[in-house]
């Protein structure tokens, strides 16, 4: 089995950063654990099913918020809680932020 790392397009930045997650079934508070251009992975109790779109509000830290739609790729409550996120519609500004915030996360861990 490939790694998921040797999977991903675009490479991801471990953080920290809070984010609410819309869903049919309510909303979830959680947090982004890593972060890329082309999704995430979101530490969480509550997961909506795979396949599933949600919209996300991201809140780094001293930034405005990110509005980004995404589709849940997996869901999990045993070795991973949480769930892996591919971003289907953000603003050209947000992908913006998210491509130098991950640069800078790559290369600088003050920024986490």
Same mark, same amino acid.
């Given at each position: 089995?490939?790694?998921v790392?040797?999977r &991903?397009?675009?490479?991801? @930045?471990?953080?920290?950063?809070?984010?609410?997650?819309?869903? $049919? #079934?309510?909303i979830?508070?959680?947090k982004?654990?890593?972060?890329?251009?082309g999704g995430?992975y979101?530490?969480?109790?509550?997961t909506?099913e795979?396949g599933?779109?949600?919209?996300l509000?991201? &809140?780094p830290?001293e930034? @405005?918020?990110?509005?980004?739609t995404a589709?849940?790729?997996? $869901? #999990?409550?045993?070795?991973?809680?949480?769930?892996?996120?591919?971003?289907?519609?953000m603003?050209?500004?947000?992908?913006?932020f998210?491509?130098?915030?991950?640069?800078?996360?790559?290369?600088?861990?003050?920024?986490?």
């Amino acid at each position: 089995m490939i790694p998921v790392e040797d999977r &991903r397009t675009y490479p991801r @930045a471990e953080i920290r950063w809070p984010v609410t997650i819309e869903s $049919a #079934g309510g909303i979830i508070e959680a947090k982004l654990r890593n972060l890329g251009i082309g999704g995430a992975y979101i530490h969480c109790d509550e997961t909506p099913e795979p396949g599933e779109r949600v919209s996300l509000t991201i &809140r780094p830290p001293e930034s @405005a918020v990110l509005k980004i739609t995404a589709e849940v790729i997996w $869901a #999990g409550k045993v070795l991973a809680l949480g769930m892996g996120v591919r971003f289907v519609e953000m603003s050209d500004e947000d992908r913006q932020f998210i491509s130098d915030a991950v640069s800078r996360l790559l290369n600088d861990t003050d920024f986490k």
